[in-house]
């Protein structure tokens, strides 16, 4: 897979001198790094040249309030240029007697000369027009004496927020209060005519891009005026004071974080519908399985509050009915997820587009828990509950409400644990608590270190074989479900109803992969310890075995257990006449592998006609998109 990476092209400061620009930096290509300081180091330099003007407040409504970087004004001093002479308004106004026409008002095309600022005429003219526009002047009838004495005045102010105000008006040219790369690329430009700065203007596309790029973290296409304000403010305080770098710093943050995260109610809202849109197709099935589940609870919980039963053991046995109903759809789905066959042929089908099989395992998890919380509420409702009440209940009510259920002989504590219901549920708890402990990741993965000899419960093989223990939980279920107290008629005895098609389909795919491993048995050609424990097998790849890059493999070692499969990447090309795996050694499982591959390995050194084939491994490869049987 090709990767590419992002990055911005390192150009040449403005106000580097021409001498200064590296002839084997054009030779070797631009520099791609990801630079963001490069808007702050341009526009520095850009803010040391140009004014800067401050947002109107029809825009934003903000409170304006005179700069603190009063040392710093000296460098947005545009009128540089204008050398208006020392006598300052009285050469402009000598100048306006010279120039103006018959009708007594200055045009534009003579308003550069007549502030000073011939060799810039563009930016003059600019300046014209975004002052005039501010007024509501038409430019084509020129200025009178009164008006240009007003540009003067504003123009020739030291004060931050005048030069904001002219600077920001150039830019806005619609005064819609919004910035394209266009405009903001056109002043940069006209700004660098001005000052005579050829590198700024050569890229003045790049700095425009930069400038978009850091203040338009939502991909707009336009910035306001107000965050180019905070920017520009940011590079005049950033030489300041240290408080007022760590204030310009934090300003200019605020306005490189995109809107929907400036507060924390659109922070929220951002990242909850980020999460929607990452986790959709997780979100819709376990809305639908969670959805199914109340249903199921509210159903079961109705029809015996309803019944005759209700008057004698109350809520209690609504609760563990339904807790009850839960827990055999559970248990009838729970094998659902670790079909792997019937897996990997779903998902080269258009159903993986909505329906996440690749988190197989942690479904199967979610249903584990939820099979352990309908358990227990089904438990302890009955025990804390309904077995004291029925118990307790008078007589003449037992018999006229629950007589015919029990054969008319009112039960104890001892009949009740005794009986078929009684002492199925008592060992499926037992189980059930046994193998859900040795699923959790301290034992599976041997976390939780135990005293000998219980330290074999810790390790995959613990939690393997007492998984393989709920074959006899699925047989408790049933004769549980079936003998039940309350209900006469089988029909009604739901729990077989409810696992008959997956348990069956589970022992189909198990009885699959036990006849695909006999078409799929490899012999081991070659085995290396490398280290940090890991250990490469290389096998003989059957002739019919296919498979594309990313794929993995399912392994079982006779020699290690005859029953185990684990899961590993393969590590061969598709094209090899061979397959290859890398295993790191982690678990007991693992171990014992690379103890018996060990052993041979020293035997094939200390003799040459010792061989490897005898450890016979098999393998069987799934992976997304391919049909390996």
Not at 526 to 547: D, E, H, Q, R, T
């Amino acid at each position: 897979m090709e990767s590419s990476s992002a990055g911005y092209v390192d150009v040449p400061l403005g106000n580097e001198p021409e001498q200064q620009h590296q002839p084997a930096a054009a030779a070797t290509g631009p520099v791609m790094r990801k630079q963001p300081s490069r808007l702050a180091s341009g526009m520095k330099r850009l803010a040391s040249r140009v004014t800067s003007i401050r947002v109107p407040d029809s825009v934003m409504g903000l409170k304006r309030s005179h700069s603190s970087a009063q040392p710093a004004l000296r460098g947005l001093r545009f009128l540089d240029k204008a050398s208006a002479g020392k006598d300052g308004w009285k050469s402009v106004e000598k100048r306006f007697d010279d120039m103006s026409g018959e009708d007594g008002r200055l045009h534009q095309e003579n308003f550069a000369k007549c502030i000073g600022m011939a060799d810039s005429k563009e930016f003059a003219g600019e300046v014209f027009v975004a002052m005039a526009r501010r007024r509501k002047i038409d430019p084509d009838q020129g200025l009178s004496k009164e008006q240009l004495k007003e540009f003067w005045e504003e123009m020739s102010d030291n004060n931050f927020d005048a030069r904001l105000r002219i600077f920001f008006d150039m830019c806005d040219k619609n005064g819609d209060g919004k910035l394209t790369e266009d405009e903001v690329k056109e002043i940069i430009v006209l700004s660098a005519s001005a000052n005579k700065l050829s590198k700024l203007k050569k890229h003045a596309a790049t700095y425009a891009s930069l400038i978009m790029e850091e203040l338009d973290p939502d991909g707009r296409g336009y910035i306001e005026i107000w965050q180019l304000e905070k920017l520009l403010r940011g590079m005049v305080m950033a030489e300041g004071t240290q408080d007022q770098m760590d204030q310009a710093s934090t300003s200019l943050a605020k306005t490189m974080v995109p809107s929907s995260y400036r507060s924390p109610m659109q922070r929220r809202m951002t990242k909850t519908v980020d999460f929607i849109h990452e986790n959709w197709k997780r979100i819709w099935v376990i809305a639908l399985w969670g959805i199914v589940n109340i249903a199921l609870f509210i159903f079961k919980f109705v029809q015996y509050r309803r019944r005759a039963v209700f008057d004698v053991m109350g809520y209690c046995v609504c609760i563990a009915k339904g807790a009850a109903e839960t827990t055999k759809l559970n248990m009838a789905l729970i094998l659902l997820p670790v079909c792997r066959n019937t897996l990997t042929a779903l998902r080269s089908t258009a159903l993986s587009n909505v329906v996440p099989f690749d988190d197989n395992i942690n479904f199967h998890k979610v249903i584990a828990l939820a099979i352990a919380i309908g358990a227990g509420t089904h438990t302890l409702a009955h025990l804390t509950c309904d077995f004291p009440r029925l118990v307790s209940c008078p007589s003449d009510k037992f018999q006229e409400k629950l007589g015919p259920f029990f054969n008319y002989v009112q039960p104890t504590w001892g009949s009740l644990v005794a009986s078929t219901p009684g002492w199925t549920g008592i060992l499926l708890i037992l189980i059930m608590s046994f193998s859900f402990t040795l699923a959790t990741h301290s034992f599976r993965r041997s976390v939780v270190k135990l005293p000998s000899p219980l330290h074999h419960l810790a390790g995959f093989n613990a939690f393997w074989y007492a998984h393989h223990l709920l074959v006899f939980a699925y047989i408790l279920l049933v004769m549980h479900s079936y003998f039940i107290f309350l209900t006469k008629q089988w029909y009604k005895r739901t729990g077989w109803m409810y696992l008959a098609v997956p348990v069956l389909f589970y022992a189909s795919e198990r009885a699959t992969r036990r006849i695909r491993e006999k078409n799929y048995g490899v012999s081991v050609i070659k085995a290396a310890i490398y280290p940090g424990n890991v250990l490469s097998l290389y096998m003989k790849k059957p002739a019919s075995f296919k498979y594309k890059s990313g794929m993995y493999l399912f392994v079982k070692c006779p020699d290690v257990s005859p029953f185990e499969w684990h899961p590993f990447s393969i590590t061969s090309a598709p094209g090899d006449d061979y397959l290859s795996v890398h295993i790191r050694t982690l678990g007991d499982w693992t171990s014992e592998l690379r103890n018996v591959f060990g052993k041979a390995c020293e035997a094939e050194v200390s003799s040459k006609k010792a061989t490897l084939s005898r450890l016979e491994t098999t393998v069987i490869a799934e992976g997304r998109g391919e049909d390996t049987r």
